[in-house]
């Protein structure tokens, strides 16, 4: 079989509702990568907060981070990293805005930045509790252009905020609400999707797009999902991703659906 570069989403993908990998998961990934394919997490996840599975499944290539914005080796300087950012002016303007856009928190990010604001404690679960006091976002502390903007509303304001970004910022951010119970949206930069991560993963590597599998389950996986020659979406999926897909996994993400499916499409032993 060619060699295939198989592009993994994180969250309702590779990992079960509990956040983990699977034993059968790093089994099922270990024997691919020993049958000669290339596995890569495809995350919309902050670095910080992913490559801790990067390691678990003794990866050593890169990863791709904040839905293709961020491509880099953990643990490493890499001299084709890349790190797409925008305006830190578009986080200024939100802060001067809080109060009538309703928004409860803001995080500001990149691959060696986090900084927050926050009105009232948000159960988002990829913030700290607790903030630091030398990660707390404001004018001065933000220096730099940042890779994602992560802002929380209250439900109601939800679509204001995005016909505010849209009205504003349309050439600079695309804003994507969170699927989920959380009235999150984010910002990341204009055209940038996990896609744009794959499609420099394939160079690097030399794959063909027809060799490329991607697995995903959310709306943020959908251009990843069209770009792969084969895309597969888990049994969980949303009903517009099984739609773009190639094929559908027959378990969900708690069933180690993704690693059932590479078995099987892969020939690997059982």
Avoid at 64 to 87: A, M, R, V
Avoid at 245 to 267: E, F, I, P, R
């Amino acid at each position: 079989m060619e060699r295939k570069l198989i592009a993994i989403d994180l969250d309702g993908t590779t990992l079960n509702a509990e956040s983990q990998l699977s034993a059968k998961t790093k089994h099922v990934l270990t024997q691919a990568r020993e049958a000669g394919h290339i596995v890569s997490i495809v995350t919309g996840r902050p670095n910080r907060i992913s490559a801790n599975f990067y390691d678990e499944l003794h990866l050593d290539g890169p990863m791709i981070n904040f839905n293709g914005s961020l491509g880099h080796i953990p643990h490493q300087q890499w001299s084709d990293e890349y790190q797409y950012t925008f305006n830190k002016e578009v986080a200024f303007d939100l802060l001067a805005h809080r109060e009538e856009l309703g928004i409860n928190m803001i995080a500001a990010e990149g691959k060696n930045l986090f900084l927050a604001v926050r009105d009232q404690p948000v159960e988002v679960g990829f913030f700290p509790s607790v903030l630091q006091s030398n990660q707390i976002l404001n004018q001065k502390t933000l220096t730099e252009n940042p890779t994602s903007l992560t802002v929380a509303v209250d439900r109601s304001h939800q679509e204001h905020l995005l016909s505010y970004l849209r009205h504003n910022f349309s050439d600079e951010v695309d804003a994507a609400p969170w699927g989920g119970p959380n009235a999150v949206v984010e910002l990341g930069v204009k055209g940038v999707q996990k896609a744009t991560g794959v499609d420099f993963l394939a160079h690097q590597y030399h794959v063909d797009r027809k060799n490329i599998i991607a697995f995903g389950d959310e709306h943020n996986d959908t251009a990843m999902i069209d770009y792969a020659g084969w895309g597969v979406a888990m049994q969980n999926a949303t009903p517009a991703i099984k739609g773009l897909a190639q094929d559908v996994t027959s378990l969900d993400n708690d069933h180690d659906g993704l690693a059932t499916y590479l078995q099987d499409y892969l020939k690997l032993a059982e």
